[in-house]
């Protein structure tokens, strides 16, 4: 499956987020707790060079808790300042102003000799598409400041966000890179909805998915009346599933099409169990078959 993604608006946001840099304090990048090495933008490090850094790892409720440990504890090594959350019921999200306290402790104490105390901590919220941005500054603000949705690129440009007399953020578009190199990676983000089902076949994602299920997460078979099969492919678990949900199309045939699309939906909006596609120690992230 090759899989490449990148708009116009992409190459734009590349320099917006350049050259806004030098108006920011920190840099608090969001990625996906289930995949946080595919959601992670390599040209962000690149851009954002020695500016003080939050890793965020939200939607930290639909992944393993085990392995939200582990991922943490691996960006804290890395020199991160870490904080997890779940932007969409707002877990976590009131400990990011002591976060980008504690990632700015030099710089804050700088202001204070210089007698700066009063300037507020001004943070630009950067991550790949879908990833959670807004939701996670709506939280911040407690206000519908910035527009969300549960698909890529509904942020096109930069918003400015007060949240009190002490943080400011500055919302910016998701952004990917021009191709992925690892086909693990694409599958991942096309998993969690980072890269849009439109540009790609979502029976042939589905397969995919369901084949990794079946290898690494059977018990998340269940929910479709299902067990692991080592000797079914994905496709197979496919057509299964929408037998057991009564799919069906003219001649008995069993709705694929139908039965991909709400294995995805409900994959994305938390209803399987929780677990995570990749781990610290696969050096490339894991997710194709």
Known sequence: MNIQWYPGHMTKTRRMIAEDLGHVDLVAEIVDARIPRSSRNPDIDELV???PRILILNRADQADPEMNRVWAEYF??????VLETSAKDGKGVGQFAAAARSALKDKLEQWQA???VGRPIRAMIVGVPNVGKSTFINQIARRKSAKAGDRPGVT???QWVAVDATLDLLDTPGILWPKFEDEATGMNLAFTGAVKDEIMDVETLACHFMDLLNRRYPAAL????LEADPAAQGWELLERAARKRGFLISGGEADTGR???ILLDEYRAGKLCRFALEAPEDGAAEGAP
């Open 76 to 81: 804290r090594r890395s020199g991160y300042t």
């Open 156 to 158: 096109r440009g930069k």
């Open 222 to 225: 269940g929910r479709y009346k």
């Open 114 to 116: 210089k007698a700066q």
């Open 49 to 51: 060079g020695s500016k």
């Open 259 to 261: 039965m991909a699309r």
